[in-house]
C-alpha cells in the first residue's frame, strides 16, 4: 500500500489513524478466524482469512485489505478484544 495513501487513512468509526498489520497481529487474528468464532461489527462472521490489514492506533479495530484496497466500512471492523492471543501495543 502506497505510504501516502496510508499516512491519510482514519477509521472511519474513531477517526484514529490507521497503521498496517504486522505479521503478528495478523496472524493472531488468522487463527481466530480459523477457529470460527470471530465476527464483524455487524455481526457477520469473517469466515476468510485476511491477508493485509490495518489496525487503529489503539489496537481495538482491526480493517481488512482486499486486494490493496482497504475496506474501511464501520460494519467490517473486526475488534480486537475477541481475539484472546492479539497483542495490543
Do not use: H, W
Not at 470460527?36 to 489503539?58: F, K, N
Not at 481488512?64 to 484472546?84: F, K
Request: aromatic share 2%.
Amino acid at each position: 500500500m502506497d505510504r501516502k495513501l496510508l499516512d491519510i487513512l482514519v477509521c472511519p468509526a474513531t477517526r484514529q489513524p490507521l497503521a498496517r498489520l504486522d505479521k503478528r497481529g495478523l496472524d493472531a487474528v488468522n487463527r481466530a478466524i480459523a477457529t470460527g468464532a470471530i465476527t464483524r461489527v455487524d455481526g457477520t462472521v469473517q469466515a476468510a482469512a485476511i491477508r493485509e490489514a490495518l489496525v487503529t492506533r489503539d489496537a481495538k479495530t482491526v480493517y481488512r485489505i482486499d486486494d490493496g484496497i482497504p475496506v474501511l466500512l464501520i460494519e467490517e471492523g473486526i475488534a480486537t478484544a475477541q481475539i484472546s492471543d492479539f497483542v495490543r501495543a
